[in-house]
């Protein structure tokens, strides 16, 4: 038997549009000689929709496409997800359509959020005037026996075939953990992720396709295919499965240990950055990015990032108006590698100096200019931000944010200055993670004017460049400040994982970190790290979008819900607890 999978339908709340690509599909698939076609979880509306799926207005027109996708399923079979109202509640269910019917709603048992209650079997949902069950039976395709599962349930089935309808989002490495999972499940297992198209306001989606039979792989399309679509026949000869992500770092426990695997790692999280970036320029129709690109690490994996998001959507490099920003405390160090980089990237270089518009709004506003106090290191951020977003007001686009995730979580970012952008890439990795990703670049791209300015910017020290430089060297070294990233990282992993207690934190960090760093230097970042960690929390209440690209997230929408004004009273007793024992 001939099965179709593929990543139709997603885009948010736009269920006209995803009723036209889920029939094009079926009618591609027709064409191919396809008899069962698996679609992804709440395709009809989108997965996305958070709050809009309490609206009728939404349910109701899905409900209706759930019929118009019936009638569109002559001589084959279609699965495909919708949110139901039903009982009183919403439930997120998978229609079945075959030759031109709706045979049965199948329920999800694990709700995928919290606008959806657990869906049990039993009843019937009124359809166009029909009594459509809702059911979990198996039904008949082809004189073989397949069943519906979503990808949030665990629970084996048993069946000639299973269509699982995906709706899972990207995190790095795991299209190689999906096929390794659905592995272990008896006979074939046919399974279509959520499409790109889906809303990047806090995760993003990748449309892979897998039909897997026996342990082994029988067709794949891989997370961000072009065309996620794929064809497969039931009878063919599998393939092995993909090499499965080998264990963490013991110090950076949210990546692989170094070699290969590592590598592609580093190529999966820049890759799903800029699908999430393409996607959301899709999505509101602008071609064009304002960057500002500093020479540091974070701004260097920005543009990294905005130039494979053009090329994405094929859209020239001169849609990214990449500028250096330099005022009272850059270097000539960085400026140089922040105009070798955008050269070898192929991306015209630009540089704004703001130093007299920060000194016109000093006058403004009766500051010297001579104290070197928050106002005058906060004043060059801001005036950063708004060059940069006037400039995508300018050219009708976005300005990509290069902030990342240890500075929100340290809070080592300017209110309002670099703490705020249009879609913020690296908001969902670490600095440590970043550091990986330059460093597997520069080696993928050995001898380019690009990797030479990379290596030079991963050996220069970390930096906001907000003071004057002493004798032409940087006046402020981050890491003096915050303490080291790779423990800051390390402790923020564990808290956000676990919650792990500071004793915990320490016991783990000691046995990882031996040698490199002593309990007491432990216990003194440590503490140094909650403070910040809680001083900091209304930056993050009022993030800009961004992707969430590992297991660890500090989204105020979805990931890490905690009221700003929270006490860290109780961690810092624990962290001097610690401090004493060591």
């Known amino acids: 038997m001939r099965i179709v999978c593929a990543a139709a339908g997603g885009k948010p709340a736009d269920v006209r549009l995803n009723v036209e690509g889920m029939r094009a599909?079926?009618?591609?698939?027709?064409?191919?000689?396809?008899?069962?076609?698996?679609?992804?979880?709440?395709?009809?509306?989108?997965?996305?929709?958070?709050?809009?799926?309490?609206?009728?207005?939404?349910?109701?027109?899905?409900?209706?496409?759930?019929?118009?996708?019936?009638l569109a399923t002559a001589?084959?079979?279609?699965?495909?997800?919708?949110?139901?109202r039903t009982g009183g509640h919403i439930v997120s269910m998978a229609a079945v359509a075959q030759n031109g019917r709706l045979l049965q709603l199948v329920p999800n048992p694990v709700p995928p959020?919290?606008?959806?209650?657990?869906?049990?079997?039993?009843?019937?949902?009124?359809?166009?005037?029909?009594?459509?069950?809702?059911?979990?039976?198996r039904i008949k395709v082809s004189g073989k026996t397949v069943t519906v599962r979503f990808s949030q349930e665990n629970t084996q089935p048993a069946a000639d075939i299973t269509a699982v309808v995906g709706g899972e989002p990207f995190l790095a490495g795991a299209g190689p953990a999906r096929a390794h999972r659905f592995a272990q499940w008896p006979g074939i297992t046919a399974y279509a992720n959520a499409s790109v198209r889906e809303s990047t306001t806090d995760r993003v989606y990748d449309g892979q396709l897998l039909v897997l039979r026996s342990g082994k792989v029988l067709s794949e399309c891989p997370p961000f295919s072009p065309d996620a679509y794929l064809l497969c026949d039931t009878d063919?000869?599998?393939?092995?499965?993909?090499?499965?992500?080998?264990?963490?770092?013991?110090?950076?426990?949210?990546?692989?240990g170094e070699g290969a695997a590592r590598d592609a790692w580093c190529r999966d999280l820049t890759r799903g950055a800029a699908r999430a970036l393409a996607t959301r320029m899709e999505n509101i129709g602008v071609h064009h990015l304002t960057l500002g690109v500093s020479g540091g690490l974070d701004s260097a994996h920005a543009l990294l990032v905005s130039v494979?998001?053009?090329?994405?959507?094929?859209?020239?490099?001169?849609?990214?108006?990449?500028?250096?920003?330099?005022?009272?405390?850059?270097?000539?160090?960085?400026?140089?590698?922040?105009?070798?980089?955008?050269?070898?990237?192929?991306?015209k270089p630009r540089v704004i100096p703001i130093g007299d518009s920060v000194r016109q709004h000093f006058n403004d506003i009766g500051h010297s200019g001579e104290t070197h106090d928050a106002a005058y290191e906060n004043a060059q951020a801001r005036e950063r931000t708004q060059v940069l977003m006037d400039l995508a007001n300018m050219v009708g686009g976005l300005m990509v944010g290069p902030g990342d995730l240890s500075e929100?979580?340290?809070?080592?970012?300017?209110?309002?200055?670099?703490?705020?952008?249009?879609?913020?890439?690296?908001?969902?990795?670490?600095?440590?993670?970043?550091?990986?990703?330059?460093?597997?670049?520069?080696?993928?791209?050995?001898?380019?004017?690009?990797?030479?300015?990379?290596?030079?910017?991963?050996?220069t020290p970390v930096s906001p460049e907000l003071l004057p430089p002493k004798d032409g060297e940087m006046?402020?070294?981050?890491?003096?400040?915050?303490?080291?990233?790779d423990l800051n990282d390390f402790f923020l992993y564990h808290f956000l994982r676990d919650f792990a207690a500071p004793a915990d934190l320490m016991a783990r960090a000691h046995a990882a970190f031996a040698g490199q760093y002593n309990r007491h230097e432990i216990a003194r970042w440590m503490k140094n790290f909650f403070k910040r960690f809680f001083a900091s929390q209304f930056k993050r209440s009022c993030?800009?979008?961004?992707?969430?690209?590992?297991?660890?997230?500090?989204?105020?929408?979805?990931?890490?819900?905690?009221?700003?004004?929270?006490?860290?009273?109780?961690?810092?007793?624990a962290c001097d607890r610690t401090l004493i024992k060591s």
């Open 308 to 347: 494979e998001a053009l090329r994405m959507l094929s859209l020239p490099l001169e849609n990214l108006v990449a500028v250096s920003l330099p005022a009272f405390g850059s270097t000539r160090r960085t400026q140089d590698n922040a105009a070798r980089l955008m050269a070898g990237l192929g991306v």
């Open 113 to 137: 959020g919290q606008w959806f209650a657990p869906g049990a079997a039993g009843g019937h949902v009124n359809v166009a005037g029909h009594k459509v069950p809702v059911s979990r039976a």
């Open 543 to 573: 993030l800009p979008d961004g992707p969430q690209l590992l297991s660890m997230t500090v989204s105020p929408r979805g990931g890490l819900w905690m009221p700003s004004d929270a006490s860290s009273n109780l961690w810092l007793a």
């Open 236 to 256: 063919a000869s599998g393939g092995v499965l993909p090499t499965a992500v080998s264990p963490p770092d013991p110090r950076f426990p949210y990546a692989p």
């Open 475 to 485: 006046g402020q070294h981050t890491e003096d400040i915050v303490g080291p990233y």
């Open 408 to 459: 929100l979580a340290l809070g080592f970012t300017t209110y309002g200055g670099d703490h705020m952008s249009m879609y913020a890439v690296n908001s969902g990795l670490p600095k440590t993670a970043i550091r990986m990703i330059l460093a597997a670049y520069a080696e993928d791209h050995a001898g380019s004017g690009a990797a030479d300015a990379l290596i030079d910017i991963l050996n």
């Open 75 to 84: 001589d084959l079979t279609c699965v495909y997800g919708l949110p139901v």
């Open 25 to 70: 599909v079926i009618a591609r698939a027709r064409a191919d000689g396809a008899r069962l076609v698996v679609l992804p979880q709440l395709c009809l509306t989108g997965i996305g929709c958070g709050d809009l799926f309490y609206s009728e207005t939404l349910t109701d027109a899905a409900l209706d496409a759930a019929q118009e996708i019936a």
